[in-house]
């Protein structure tokens, strides 16, 4: 097997100087939510790490994920893709196509067996042994199999990848269903979200490059960096929701003065992603601040819960949104606390979970 | 003969399998197959659903042309319970709208479709000073100066110009040379840069463009930012039925939208002007000047016989797309098709489509004889959308298996794609589309006091014209045509995005703040059964969204996307879709590696995912599977 580069070996060859590679490590750990202690760690991965292969696959999906990723502020696009990573097959930016292209899949299947890193975007289509999806006249089915037994990590990218997205929403006509029970048991990384956020899917597989290791996971596979809190924990406009003050319906006095948007059905209570902190395009905004309730896509299920803009008893996990918004109004000191003990309950239940099936 | 498949088509959204009879003696396709290989169901997805959620679902048909189908989500649910958008709400989903299509437009230009017209290897050749050379030749010949009459102008200068240093281009030569002789290529890895079409460009501009395909991979992401202020995120930012979500306050401490978020908007859109302006319109006449001169004028297909067109940029808020609002309000008229463009302008035939072409169950229709779904023996052979009945057939290819394939079946069913028609003919959507219609109805008198953004259409096509020294008849409808088009009009979306910006300020000047039209939120307002059209002129072409509501409830969801009418199978009757012509009228030089032809499909910016989700047939309950972590 022939060495492959590392982050800082390609940063010499594309004529960087240590500097801006330095700059780069500095941008990395700060993304990667690190604090600056872990620095040199990140220095030393990157400098010592040899350059991954990716190889990126397409089943049921928008490419939306793909757009995500070139979204990047940091690190941007052109930079990963270049000088990062060997992004060898990806259905959007590679040049080549057609038989050509698809030899040089299994090439580099074989030259990197063990070694590569398998990036998926959509969802499997299960039903009539797959014929739903195929390409390059296989089924999607036979290209994930074939691309997950020698891959060193697999990542699925987006809601549909995770957990069968959209096409697996009732009826599910096609029998989708997320990546998982396709790669022959190996550990999956689960980048939910419809789409991600651009530096989360950055950030991801940049972990993986640079610390040559998944990074660390809750016990349903997702990076525990940019799925550990809920958007409500983390949401601006929590001290609303705690005060008891709420947009009523859309464009009135509340959404106008940018209130909690919890009685128009947004999903932030339930729904574990990085929009409160990293926000979208390096803090801009997320569908919240823009006065759009979270409609929580990157929960597993998300499109069988709705209709979105009301929320259903069966899906607020912190209850009835009428007698929660009348306790609020009536006593904020109350639903602050019914709040607090929905919180526990729901954070008592994840560990159990947690616990339960804990297979790292 | 030779039989050659190329599958996967890469640099496109979604799953597209094509299949050629090539004359190797001469180089013509004799027959050819275009296949959507992929078919999600999500129409059958909304089925029962809320309508006021549509958008959500509908939006992720696809996520390179995300907003598109929000858009023509809101629209045909408005429509058909009968809803007014305010003016703030047009306005601001017309500029989420045009923005949509400058970014997309470029994201395709540079980074799906340029690397069938440009090489990185043909780039290490060239000499970096005469590179910077040419960039300023580039920008002195080919800077196409039309703007759109603004209230102000808010940037000082341009801000994003091409760099014209030699230092500039032998840095990126230096790393392009760095990445070759690694022997890693990763996205340039395995592709036939050894053709001879590669040799039609010098290569200092070969050099140029993969500058330019490097910045502009940095820079889409800055334009698309006013997704991310309306809408919250990109792709598929957030919409409501009845306007918009973001709601307006200058007074409040906490508003979605303030003076801050509006200079944000601001900023992008003159971002989007330059990018259109300084990079990707003067590219694009550079490369196409040296391939028309090269008489590469091939390609045109159906664009040549027929095209269609919805118009769009509803200049108010308007209520009623099938009643006839939509079209008596907008800032481009390009409603309509036009046959037989390239006998020239004057034996063109121009028929308009109107409100009540839209509900006339035999003007707008799909037909499934060659793809992978049937109609129920006692229905017509083309359905209306609001009347579509589709249910699978999966027959298989004809050599190989049906989970493995060698040839798909030319005389049977090969595609998941529907054939949309309109009066029972087969039609080219798009871009190219939208000017053909705009020039031809302008030669032949039908265009009264053409608005500024008619008038600048008109201009483009009449300066790409003299550039090119050909007639528009000859350069338009070709794969050139179909590319150069697509760049007129992201120039001319930077523009709108620009005018509609203006209009936005000027009317929240007025104190009006208001976004949306709360009237007809609830279900019991609605008609207990009702239907609707949307429509959007979008980046691929027209685009419509048929929606029947029955007791609060969506009965009926269809979408006829440009991808469809483009990439659409054969009709025994009508003859072969726009894909298939085109790829037909294509010179192949070397069948074993059919560089035009990828080429060629690429110039439509197929976008597969958009075209192969019909269904609305009596679906069984199938296999729902539980992913839900907590729900176990």
């Keep these: 097997m022939e060495k492959r580069e590392s982050l ?38 990157a400098e010592t790490k040899p350059l991954p292969v990716v190889i990126w696959i397409h089943g049921h999906e928008c490419t939306g994920c793909d757009e995500s990723f070139i979204r990047s502020g940091a690190p941007l696009a052109s930079d990963v893709v270049l000088s990062s990573i060997a992004l060898e097959y990806d259905h959007l930016l590679s040049a080549a196509c057609g038989a050509p292209f698809e030899a040089h899949l299994d090439e580099t299947i074989a030259k990197y067996n063990g070694q590569y890193i398998l990036a998926v975007e959509g969802a499997v289509a299960t039903k009539d042994s797959g014929v739903y999806c195929m390409s390059g006249g296989h089924t999607f089915t036979h290209l994930l199999e074939k691309a997950a037994k020698g891959a060193a990590a697999i990542i699925a990218y987006g809601s549909c990848a995770a957990y069968g997205g959209i096409q697996a929403a009732k009826p599910n006509p096609t029998g989708s269903a997320g990546i998982e029970r396709f790669v022959g048991g190996k550990p999956v990384v689960k980048v939910p979200g419809c789409p991600p956020i651009p530096e989360v899917m950055t950030g991801v597989v940049m972990h993986v490059a640079l610390f040559g290791s998944l990074p660390p996971c809750d016990s349903d596979g997702r990076p525990k960096q940019f799925f550990g809190n809920r958007i409500h924990d983390t949401c601006y406009r929590r001290p609303f929701f705690d005060a008891g003050m709420f947009a009523e319906t859309f464009d009135d006095a509340g959404a106008k003065a940018g209130w909690c948007l919890y009685k128009l059905g947004c999903r932030g209570p339930e729904t574990y992603n990085s929009c409160g902190n990293l926000r979208w395009w390096q803090g801009m905004s997320y569908p919240i601040q823009s006065g759009a309730p979270c409609i929580g896509c990157s929960n597993s299920n998300f499109w069988d819960e709705d209709p979105f803009t009301t929320r259903l008893p069966q899906y607020g996990k912190l209850g009835d949104v009428d007698k929660i918004g009348a306790a609020l109004g009536v006593l904020t000191a109350a639903g602050v606390a019914g709040h607090a003990v929905a919180s526990i309950v729901q954070r008592n239940q994840r560990e159990n979970l947690i616990d339960e099936d804990h297979h790292e | 003969m030779q039989h050659v498949v190329v599958d996967p088509i890469t640099r496109i959204e979604g799953h597209l399998r094509v299949e050629v009879t090539v004359d190797e003696t001469n180089g013509t396709v004799t027959d050819a197959i275009s296949s959507g290989t992929a078919w999600r169901g999500l129409e059958l997805v909304l089925r029962d659903r809320d309508p006021r959620d549509a958008w959500a679902y509908i ?22 319970l009968g809803i007014a958008i305010p003016l703030n709400a047009n306005y601001i989903r ?39 050379e040419l960039q300023v030749a580039v920008l002195n010949a ?40 690694s022997g890693q290529l990763g996205i340039f890895s395995a592709h036939w840069w050894d053709h001879p079409d590669y040799k039609l460009l010098p290569p200092e501009v070969h050099l140029m463009a993969v500058a330019h395909y490097l910045e502009m991979l940095d820079k889409q992401r800055e334009i698309i930012t006013p997704h991310v202020v309306f809408g919250g995120k990109n792709p598929h930012p957030h919409y409501v039925v009845g306007g918009m979500p973001c709601s307006i306050s200058l007074t409040d401490g906490n ?9 944000i908007v601001d900023r992008a859109i003159n971002m989007a002007r330059d990018l259109v302006n300084n990079y990707y319109l003067p590219d694009l006449v550079a490369i196409g000047a040296i391939y028309a001169k090269a008489g590469r004028v091939d390609g045109g297909g159906l664009a040549r016989t027929r095209v269609l067109a919805f118009g769009d940029y509803p200049l108010t808020g308007y209520k009623g797309t099938s009643s006839g609002g939509y079209f008596d309000n907008l800032l481009v008229r390009s409603n309509g098709v036009v046959e037989n463009f390239a006998m020239g302008v004057d034996k063109a035939v121009f028929t308009p489509v109107t409100a009540d072409d839209l509900k006339a169950p035999d003007i707008i229709s799909e037909g499934v004889q060659h793809a992978w779904y049937e109609y129920p023996d006692n229905a017509p052979k083309d359905l209306h959308p609001w009347k579509g009945v589709t249910k699978d057939k999966y027959t298989g290819p004809k050599t190989g298996t049906p ?13 998941w794609l529907k054939t949309p028609k309109w009066k029972g003919k087969l039609c080219e959507v798009g871009p190219l589309a939208h000017y053909i219609v705009i020039y031809t109805k302008a030669a032949k008198g039908l265009l009264p006091d053409p608005t500024w953004a008619e008038q600048m259409m008109l201009k483009q096509i009449e300066v790409v014209s003299k550039v090119l020294g050909v007639s528009a008849e000859v350069w338009m409808p070709t794969m050139l045509g179909r590319t150069a088009c697509r760049c007129l009009d992201a120039q001319l979306a930077a523009e709108i995005n620009k005018f509609f910006f203006d209009k936005l300020i000027a009317n929240i000047k007025t104190g009006d703040t208001t976004v949306m039209n709360n009237e007809k939120w609830t279900p019991d307002t609605w008609a207990t059964e009702c239907m609707g059209v949307g429509l959007y002129e979008a980046p691929r072409g027209g685009l419509s ?15 006829i996307v440009p991808t469809t009418w483009n990439a659409c199978p054969r009709d025994d009757q009508a003859g072969h879709g726009a894909y298939e012509q085109a790829m037909m009228t294509t010179h192949v030089a070397i069948p074993d590696k059919p560089l035009e032809i990828a080429k ?12 192969t989700h019909m269904y609305n047939a009596k679906g069984e309950e199938i296999n729902i599977f539980s992913t839900d972590h907590f729900g176990r």
């Design chain 2, 600 to 611: 060629v499909i690429r110039s439509f910016d197929p976008c597969m995912a958009c075209a």
């Design chain 2, 403 to 415: 989970t493995m394939w060698e040839t798909l079946n030319e005389a049977g069913k090969y595609s």
């Design chain 2, 142 to 181: 080919y800077r196409v100066d039309l703007k759109v009459p603004e209230e102000v102008n808010t940037e000082a200068y341009p801000h994003d110009f091409p760099a014209a240093t030699p230092q500039y281009f032998a840095g990126i030569k230096a790393r392009v040379q760095a990445i070759v002789a």
């Design chain 2, 255 to 263: 508003a979605p939208i303030n003076t801050a978020r509006l200079a």
């Design chain 2, 545 to 559: 969204h048929w929606v029947c509501i029955k007791d609060g409830k969506i009965s009926n969801y269809q979408c």
């Design chain 2, 94 to 132: 017309n500029i989420m709208a045009a923005t949509l299509t400058v970014q997309d437009h470029l994201i395709h230009f540079y980074h799906l479709h340029a690397l069938d017209w440009v090489s990185p290897v043909e780039a290490l050749s060239a000499d970096p000073a005469k590179t910077a």
């Design chain 1, 8 to 45: 800082w070996e390609a940063y010499l060859r594309r004529g960087f100087s240590r500097r801006s590679f330095l700059k780069g490590c500095v941008a990395l750990t700060s993304l990667m939510g690190f604090s600056t202690d872990m620095f040199s760690k990140v220095v030393e991965a």
């Design chain 2, 59 to 80: 939006q992720r048909i696809c996520g390179v042309c995300t907003t598109a189908h929000a858009l023509a989500s809101v629209r045909s649910i408005e429509d058909a």
